[in-house]
Structure formats: C-alpha cells, structure tokens
C-alpha cells in the first residue's frame, strides 16, 4: 500500500478535481477516502479513472444539506446523481468506518501523553499546570466535533437517507455509527493534543541567525503542528513493539498552483516496520534488553524515515525547500540519508539528541551542517510579545494562513489517493 497524494479543495477546485488534474490515469486501481461524500462534477471524472474504491465520512457531503442553498433543489438533485453515478459504476463507493478495537483509544491517550513533546513542556517547564495536556483535548474535541460531527441526530438522519444511507438511520445501526464517529473524532483529537499550542512552545531553529535563506526559513508553526499530527498518526501503523516512529515528507513548489494547500506538495511518508513481504516470526523483536545482541530488532526494521523516502511519490527537488516531519529525533543510520536525499529541513522533537544507547545513536543529528534543524522547545528568541498570529482558516482540521487577498470559502474537502 502506497500513498501517492494528499489533497485539499482550494479556492476554484474540489479536492476530486484537483486529483485528477495531479494524477489524471494514474488514479486507475486507486483507493480514494474523502473527508465529505464526493459531488456529481468530481465523482463522474473519478469513475471515470478507473478507481477501484471510494470511501467517505458519513457527514455533510461536498455540496451541503446544512447550508441554506440546500433549501433549494440543488442539493438533493446532486445528491440523487451522485447515487446514480455510484450505481452505475464499477467503483466500490462506500462508508469505510469499522469500530476500534477496544483498547485503542486507552492506548493512545497513554502514549500520547508519553509522547517526546509532552515530556519536553514537562521538562521544560516543571511548575507548569499539569492538566494543560487534558485542556488542549478538550478544545481539540470541540473544535473536531463541530468539524466532523453532525451535532443534530436528527438532521444527521435526515443527511443520510438523501445520500443514500437509509439502511444506517434506524438504531442500533445509527447509535452504533454516531459512537463509531466519536471515537474516531477523539482519537483524532488526543493524537493533535500530542502536538499541543501551548504558551510559546513550537518547531524552532537553535541558532536563529541561520533563518535569513528561503531553504532556512520555518514555515507557520500550525503548519508545522498540522505536519506533525499526521507523523505522529503514522506512528501508530509501527510494527515496533516498543517504540512507534513516523515520517512525513512536504515540499513547497514555486506556485501556489491549484491546491488546497498552497504551495506545499505531498511528497511521501512512513513509518518503522519490519522488511515488505515479512512475517511475524521472520526478524527478531528484541531490544537492547535482550543480553543476546544477534537476536535484537535494531538491524532488521526499517526505519520511519527510511520508508518515507523510499515509498515517496515525487522526487526531491534540489532547488525546491523539501522538509520532513518526524515524530522522534532521527538516528546516526537516518541523518546521512536525509541529507543525502537533499531534504533542506528537518522537524524533530531532541530529547534523544546527542545520546548513544546499545544498538543506537543520536550523535550525528547535532553536528549535522547543511539542513535547517528546527526542533520542538521554547521559542529561543524570547520575543513572545512581538510574535503575530497570521489569520487562518480551518479545511476539515487543517489550518493554515490566508493570504490577505483571499476569501474564506466553505465545505472544504480531503482527498488522499491510495494505490
């Protein structure tokens, strides 16, 4: 399974659009998920692809049912095309929602408040509250719910005959579904938690004054946090026991283009796993606190960052700034691929910089010259007061700036090809 794109409706497109103009035939065999139930204009160019599948969240579909132009006829004749359409093609359209298994959202909580950054503002900051994670939750659900969730049962009802769901309207299948949302949006929200705003913590550079090039400069430090967030979801694909790492690659284009995104593309990403292909018993699970050194897990997984950059989907370009999120400091084996790769930036938390374990190291990061570094602690240059909030708008979870020129627009979209 590869990733080959991340999409967000822009300003002219939908995200539907904008895969087909990134990807066009290539999209054939693809697994699409969408952040809304796809409109007639997107979905008959999709089928007509060749997708293999097409799932969706069980919300407000692309062209609205909550708005007030819904109260004309446009939106359910939509609608009813879009169940036509569905129908009439061989793409499997569906509702991909399956329960969590019982202990994922215990287990997530835990590890997130174990995460390198959590443990960086604790350390850090010793007499800071220590609720502050569990507040940062709790504003992330809101936010999350009034994104994701449709708050009336009965609207949310009325949303899912006319999309074609009527089998899901009567209970147990309703409750069973909203509960399945719930969990899925708060397990959403306790991974952004992970990656919190909090005071003036954030993704800096140690030395500022290396900031003056483009290739050195931050990007917005929600961008940073948003890039991050999908790193840290990655973690929890690890075939690790122990430890869960995850890589996300981005790089920002020289147009804005047509995206959602704006300049920034998607470029790859991974997680540490055992080799393609391998069973469970094939490589040893150890770590250094096995005696044994042969049958320890550290010369047979593969690292995050080492997936991110051999499954990416676009090459890296030299004289683009190219950057990779990833949610643990990288080892002595990752640092010279990075760089090696012409990746410009590097976003990491540095708890582990500078320390040699049994079968691992973190000594190269440090020295490392020649890729910006910017690692999550307190921002160095102590001038909190004079820092500006950028406005920005919110896409299905995303925020990011908007240029001063551009207006707010609605029911943005996410669209992630899966090949």
């Avoid at 969590?100 to 503002?121: A, G, N, R």
Wanted: proline share 4%; aromatic share 8%; net charge neutral.
């Amino acid at each position: 399974m590869k990733i080959v794109g991340l999409h967000c409706s822009s300003e002219d497109l939908h995200a539907g659009q904008i895969a087909l103009i990134k990807h066009g035939s290539r999209l054939k065999n693809c697994d699409l998920y969408f952040s809304r139930k796809p409109c007639s204009a997107c979905l008959k160019m999709i089928v007509n692809a060749g997708v293999n599948r097409i799932s969706y969240w069980p919300a407000d579909p692309e062209i609205s049912l909550l708005t007030e132009a819904s109260s004309s006829e446009d939106a359910k004749l939509d609608a009813k095309a879009v169940e036509r359409l569905k129908s009439n093609s061989r793409a499997h359209v569906c509702v991909l929602l399956q329960p969590l298994v019982c202990y994922m959202v215990q287990f997530v909580e835990e590890t997130s408040y174990k995460c390198d950054f959590i443990q960086k503002i604790a350390k850090t900051l010793p007499d800071a509250n220590i609720d502050f994670y569990s507040e940062c939750k709790q504003e992330r659900i809101k936010e999350y719910e009034m994104l994701f969730l449709v708050s009336n049962e009965e609207i949310h009802k009325q949303i899912l005959m006319t999309i074609g769901l009527e089998n899901l309207c009567e209970n147990p299948y309703f409750s069973n579904l909203r509960q399945n949302m719930k969990d899925l949006i708060l397990l959403l929200a306790t991974v952004a938690s992970s990656v919190p705003s909090f005071k003036h913590f954030g993704f800096y550079c140690s030395n500022p004054g290396q900031n003056n090039e483009i290739h050195n400069q931050s990007l917005p430090q929600e961008i940073v946090r948003h890039c991050m967030v999908q790193a840290r979801l990655l973690a929890y694909r690890t075939e690790d026991h122990k430890t869960g790492v995850g890589a996300v690659i981005w790089a920002e284009g020289k147009s804005r283009n047509c995206d959602g995104t704006g300049a920034l593309y998607f470029v790859g990403c991974g997680y540490n796993a055992f080799p393609v292909g391998s069973e469970y018993a094939d490589f040893p699970h150890m770590d250094d606190k096995q005696k044994d050194r042969e049958i320890r897990k550290f010369r047979y997984i593969i690292h995050a960052e080492q997936n991110a950059l051999t499954f990416r989907c676009q090459e890296i370009k030299p004289e683009e700034r190219s950057m990779i999120f990833v949610t643990k400091c990288p080892c002595d084996e990752c640092v010279p691929l990075i760089k090696g790769a012409g990746i410009k930036q590097i976003y990491a938390g540095d708890i582990d910089v500078g320390k040699k374990k049994a079968d691992i190291s973190y000594m190269r990061f440090g020295e490392l010259e020649g890729v910006s570094k910017f690692t999550w602690q307190l921002n160095p240059s102590g001038a909190y007061s004079c820092e500006q909030k950028e406005p920005e708008r919110k896409e299905n979870g995303v925020l990011r700036p908007i240029p001063l020129d551009e207006e707010q627009h609605q029911n943005k979209k996410l669209c992630l090809g899966n090949r």
